[in-house]
């Protein structure tokens, strides 16, 4: 794959924002999970969380000419835009970024319920794991590995951009949107 043809598969802010102002027909879709999403996201993006894409890659591709997928900093968005593309959806971007970058910039962001982003989420769990091991060591020496093993997971998702801690949390509830709900994200794609 060339520079040229990378460049293709995303969009920068600067870009996302000069197309919004001119009326350019584009649409928005955040991979996020619902709590994230409530927690703030760019005015008039549509949620489908990124575990829930596949089931519906087929309704999305065929509702949107231009679309620009989004997450919180780039690596989730990068994989939906993939998946959509190998889908059919043509015209499909990730954004630079993501929101961090948008907000980086100066973009709006709408909010909704205050909930706690899968970032934080990720960081309670991996603390509180750890500290039940080094807890749990006091009593049961060989429980000291377990404090290890997240440890070396934590590594591993940081070498290479991926979290199956995340990907375990973003199947808790408050995480999920329901099937109504991504119906509905279908919708809002079509009717613009």
């Excluded at 593309?85 to 962001?109: I, N």
Aim: with cysteine.
């Amino acid at each position: 794959m060339t520079l040229e043809d990378t460049r293709a598969l995303s969009v920068d802010v600067a870009t996302l924002r000069q197309w919004r102002e001119s009326g350019e027909p584009v649409e928005l879709l955040d991979v996020r999970t619902a709590a994230e999403y409530e927690g703030g996201h760019i005015p008039g993006s549509v949620n489908i969380p990124l575990g829930q894409l596949p089931a519906v890659c087929g309704d999305v591709a065929s509702r949107t000419q231009r679309l620009v997928v989004t997450c919180q900093a780039g690596p989730r968005s990068e994989q939906a835009a993939q998946l959509l593309r190998e889908r059919g959806c043509s015209q499909v971007q990730a954004l630079d970024g993501g929101l961090a970058a948008w907000q980086t910039q100066g973009g709006e962001v709408e909010k909704g319920r205050p909930l706690w982003s899968m970032e934080r989420q990720v960081r309670f769990a991996a603390g509180s794991l750890v500290i039940a091991g080094v807890l749990t060591s006091m009593r049961y020496s060989p429980a000291r590995f377990f404090s290890g093993d997240i440890g070396t997971g934590l590594v591993i998702s940081a070498v290479t951009n991926t979290c199956t801690m995340a990907r375990v949390l973003s199947q808790l509830p408050h995480n999920r949107r329901s099937y109504s709900d991504i119906r509905a994200a279908l919708d809002d794609l079509a009717g613009r």
